[in-house]
């Protein structure tokens, strides 16, 4: 016996009539250029901090990767004043509808990476330098080298368009969570704001009771926008031996399982600073993703751990965000920005 | 000090773009499959010791898997998988006619230039990238010796689908061959002093060749495994300890000079 | 041509003894009870306020409901003096490896509720009555109103073994989140203490920069253990019209995907407070997950959402435990707990 | 004021258990499937108007999708899935000897005691409780008149795989019967006094329809649909408005009186 009911009728002939309605808007009108404070962005994707790094993939593929360069902007791991050599391992591994890490910045310290951006003299795009630290001086430190490095580099490539001062590295072992504190968070955007000009992105960590006493002490003292979130400290246990599984322990955890948590923080944010360009993040894996984050107030949508799901995952989001853009019959990235808050 | 590092790069803009691959082959050995597919661009660039990121095929999986290249003939790319855990569960149950993500080839290949003995010493999946490793060497009439350890039987089954002329076996549970570990083999090994050691599996079996090379003199690479998020050195999750600090396994490795590795 | 290379040799024949090791102790044997504070429990799971109903699956299934009641405690959702509606619909949905919801703590009032009690003249496990409120009042009114109830009632069923206060649920509109502020979720504590002589759990909430200040402020103010975690405060949006899709706009997040932040919460309480019952959750689906939580120094964990994926859920869970602490060579629940925190 | 309060409960301690369930029939119809599986229990206990709740034969999802029972013919369960989504997607696409994890019965039954007049009005897949209605009127002798609205071709498709003698259909881009609404089809009926509407579809054609059926002096009942997380009365989560509050769409639904539904 079939499912079918006995004696059902024919099935209608295929009409090849039958397709999708047609896009409100056609794709190819579909304006992505989004003005991040006083950065212009050809489209809103950048890469977040940690996830994707340019001077392996120029090593790698070398020039032609520049010419198709996925990202509006380079965000290249923190960079701390001496070298890290980061946590013992493990350091990362999968979790449900995610991962978590537990890398501890490890980086060769801002002369040695400021010597590795010569590998970047084909990029296009400015490079928002992600700088680490544990106290206000370290964070200055960077910056002074990166400002000495670029005087007099005017024009040339790669740009240094502004900062994103990470304040929430869960990873950090023995140091206080600067984020988690409105005064440490403001001496840190202070201690920087001294030695720039540039536009400063403060990074938040989603690891506090309340964001918007950090976000205020941030923008009082003088950071252009806001950028979050970081990784949620989190625990992953070794099945067999019911110890922690990372190196250090614990580590920050990323991915889909995030993203109503990162979306609900950046729609926080974006209702009490409506002027205050923002990057949001957490989860993003396809277009749609994206297009959330911009309806909760970002300006532009940093993608992270989606990149470790394959090199073309910024490409084809970005195709799926101008199609996800075109179906809602929006024209471009700024009209869909904040659609979500209204009535908050 | 790392292997191979300027060997094999500059694939060009498609440098570790993700392939959809068809499965052409797909056999069980005991707990493994070996898989085999259709993918010209990474059989062309690809050397022995290097390995591909893998799509787990079903819903639900947030990272990829890091597989090493088992054989690479003409256009096809055979992988052997190990059930051991929900995702390799997944890719070892591929069937012919379905479709694996792939990208690659990754990392730094085994040295073979020059190679005129290669003793090959592999521990559980670590075997997987020896028998590509065996057929290069072969392919340079090098001569080829290779000693594989396993736990038990089922793991041991996977002996089968090797092709490897002069393989001894050992199995801790004694079911197959020597019983004791692929180290306990290595004790009866008189090897010639041009013998080059190449060594894939556990850290702590890598570490024990190590121990053993020194002492016979012998100089050799190993390959490493690490939990991996991106396989392409972005992420720096996959470093393992070495002389030289701590190294990336999906970029400065797999493949590391023997003496470079760091015991536990 | 075959991915087996040619020549490859023949296949060892299939072998009889050819099965997994040997568990180290024999799964009958294993001791799943525990002792939560005073409570005597057959084994350590319990069921997430307001995720399992009792009343409703005695009223389908009758009698023989109770003789395999799942749970070792019975943790009804939380009840209000007055009756509430709760949030417009919609309340729920999928997210990725988990789900939100913004119930808003719809229940009758603790009049009618205990009204409804006369249902489970028939269970044999203590119930721990969740209450809920916005102002210390309000919980010592509703532990009063049980106390009442109970007074005289002794040895008859459902037997009252104590409370669990929930501080923390992210779904109360304009309510200020008690659990977020030590003095106030203290003050609540107090208010019930006054009320009660029975054992007193405290709902923390994971929408915190540091749970610990919360937890000695409850345990300060005589909260005889601790239960952890509540929902993390998230956000969908309705993908056509990206506007929040619940009808609450925010929800709580629970499921696989926080759990390894519960877990690492768990840890934290767990090695601050080592003496201190905890009933640990968050994303438990499996008794690797269960024993997990019992690693990290629960002594009960509550299945939460999972029970919405199958009425055999919480049995399921239980054999699984048993099997996972057999396997390890634990003769007992209590031999695994804390096992993650050494070294801590 | 809700349909069936007491009917078809105490199922024992089984009751909502899992039942893995062969599925012995799927076919395709446009935008939906016909499946079928072999679940006695279930159709032993089941009444027209009741659902299961319907694991994603696929990790990843983590809620079970409640589903209409389409058909019960001896110990078959017959659902018609819509693909709406990724869950509904791979439900859509099971096959043949594959298995589904059931549910159910759940939820109250369209209560059809006396009746001898019955005008089923669906809307899109709120059209598949009603063939299992039908059979059931007529099972007992009833008149039994349907008229479905589809939105298009595609979704109309699946009126084949309907068995109802007098069926009428409209889709709103007058592809197949009439143009436009369920709505507009039934402003041309004239429904004796006895007649019993049947109702199941989107929130806003059931007002619509209830509207029409107080204007018709018609009672009847209707079907509504609501996001669940359990399915079984325990978690408060699929409430909808109706004159006595919210009530769960699961346990005091999904059937209620046509008069209790509040429009949005
Ligand atoms: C360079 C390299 C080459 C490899 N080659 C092979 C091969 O040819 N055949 C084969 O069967 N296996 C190989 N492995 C190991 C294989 O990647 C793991 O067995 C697999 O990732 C396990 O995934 P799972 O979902 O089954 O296990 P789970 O434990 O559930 O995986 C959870 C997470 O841990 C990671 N993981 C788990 N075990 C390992 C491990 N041993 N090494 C690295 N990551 C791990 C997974 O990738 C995943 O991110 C290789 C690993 C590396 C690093
Ligand atoms: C009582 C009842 C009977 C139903 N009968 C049928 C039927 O016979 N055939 C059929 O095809 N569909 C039926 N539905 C609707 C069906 O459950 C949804 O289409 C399906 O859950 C969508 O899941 P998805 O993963 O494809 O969509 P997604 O939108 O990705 O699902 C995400 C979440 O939302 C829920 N959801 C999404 N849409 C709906 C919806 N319209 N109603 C309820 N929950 C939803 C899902 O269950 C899931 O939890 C019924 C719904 C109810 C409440
Ligand atoms: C492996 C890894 C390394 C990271 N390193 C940094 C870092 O150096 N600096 C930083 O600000 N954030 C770092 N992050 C956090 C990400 O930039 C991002 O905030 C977070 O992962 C959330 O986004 P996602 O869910 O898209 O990954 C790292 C994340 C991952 C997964
Ligand atoms: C639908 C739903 C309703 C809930 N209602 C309550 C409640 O009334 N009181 C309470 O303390 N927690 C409530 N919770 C939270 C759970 O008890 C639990 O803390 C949380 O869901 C985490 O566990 P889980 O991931 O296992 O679901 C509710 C959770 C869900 C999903
Ligand atoms: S896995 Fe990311 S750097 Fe190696
Ligand atoms: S879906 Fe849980 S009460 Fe209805």
Chains 1, 3 share one sequence.
Not at chain 1, 329 to 342: K, S
Not at chain 2, 71 to 82: A, H, K, Y
Not at chain 2, 149 to 165: C, K, S, T, V, Y
Not at chain 2, 243 to 252: A, P
């Amino acid at each position: 016996m079939s499912a079918a009911a006995p004696g059902a009728r024919p099935v209608p002939a295929p009409d090849p009539a039958e397709r999708p309605a047609l896009p409100a808007v056609p794709e190819a009108e579909v304006d992505l250029g989004v003005r991040l404070g006083p950065l212009e962005l050809e489209h809103p994707l950048v890469d977040a901090s940690g996830t994707f790094d340019a001077v392996e993939y120029a090593r790698r593929s070398r020039g032609d990767f520049f010419a198709a360069f996925p990202y509006a902007a380079y965000v290249p791991k923190t960079v701390t004043v001496e070298p890290r050599a980061g946590n013992p391992p493990p350091r990362v591994t999968e979790t449900a509808a995610g991962m978590i890490n537990a890398i501890g910045l490890a980086n060769p310290g801002v002369e040695a990476w400021l010597g590795s951006l010569s590998e970047l003299g084909a990029l296009r795009q400015p490079m928002i330098v992600s700088v680490g630290g544990n106290a206000p001086e370290h964070y200055a430190a960077v910056v002074r080298a990166v400002e000495a490095w670029a005087a007099g580099r005017a024009g040339a490539r790669p740009a240094v368009g502004g900062y994103e001062l990470n304040v929430s590295c869960p990873n950090l072992s023995g140091g206080r969570l600067i984020g988690a504190e409105p005064a440490a968070t403001a001496e840190v955007v202070a201690a920087v704001r001294a030695e720039t000009g540039r536009p400063v992105f403060t990074k938040l960590t989603p690891n506090v009771t309340d964001v918007l006493p950090v976000a205020a002490a941030a923008l009082g003292a003088g950071s252009t926008g806001l950028a979050l979130v970081n990784t949620f400290k989190a625990l992953v246990l070794e099945p067999k031996s019911l110890r922690p599984f990372l190196g250090n322990r614990t580590g920050g955890l990323c991915g889909p399982a995030i993203k109503p948590i990162a979306l609900r923080m950046v729609a926080e944010v974006a209702a009490a600073f409506p002027a205050v360009p923002l990057v949001g993040m957490g989860g993003v894996v396809c277009g749609l993703d994206a297009l959330e984050f911009i309806a909760c107030g970002a300006t532009a949508v940093a993608v992270g751990a989606a990149n470790f799901r394959g090199v073309e995952a910024p490409r084809r989001i970005l195709d799926e965000l101008r199609r996800e853009l075109a179906v809602r019959g929006f024209g471009g990235a700024n009209e869909a920005r904040g659609v979500a808050l209204a009535g908050a | 000090m790392t292997a191979g590092d300027s060997a094999h790069e500059g694939h060009g803009e498609h440098w570790a773009e993700t392939v959809a691959c068809r499965v052409v082959a797909a056999h069980p050995f005991g707990a493994f499959a070996a898989v085999e597919v259709v993918a010209p661009a990474i059989a062309a660039a690809a050397a022995p010791g290097q390995f591909v990121m893998v799509t787990v095929p079903a819903p639900g999986f947030f990272l990829r898997r890091p597989l090493s290249l088992f054989t690479v003939r003409d256009d096809r790319v055979g992988l052997l998988v190990e059930d051991r855990g929900p995702g390799s569960r997944e890719l070892a149950r591929v069937a012919v006619g379905e479709t694996l993500e792939l990208a690659g080839p990754l990392g730094t290949p085994f040295p073979v230039e020059g190679v005129t003995s290669g003793l090959l010493v592999g521990g559980g999946i670590g075997c997987a990238p020896l028998q590509y490793l065996a057929d290069e060497l072969r392919r340079r009439g090098a001569l080829v010796t290779a000693a594989f350890g396993f736990r038990d039987l089922r793991q041991a089954r996977a002996a089968a689908a090797f092709d490897i002329e002069r393989l001894w076996l050992a199995t801790e549970d004694g079911s197959v061959g020597r019983p004791g570990t692929v180290v306990d083999l290595l004790a009866g090994v008189d090897a010639a002093p041009n013998t080059v050691v190449y060594t894939c599996g556990p850290l702590a079996m890598v570490a024990a060749v190590q121990r053993w090379a020194h002492e016979a003199r012998l100089g050799g690479y190993a390959s490493l495994e690490a939990h991996m998020a991106c396989g392409t050195g972005s992420c720096h999750g996959c470093v393992v300890a070495t002389t030289e600090g701590y190294l990336r396994v999906c970029s400065e490795g797999p493949v590391f000079a023997l003496d470079t590795v760091v015991a536990p």
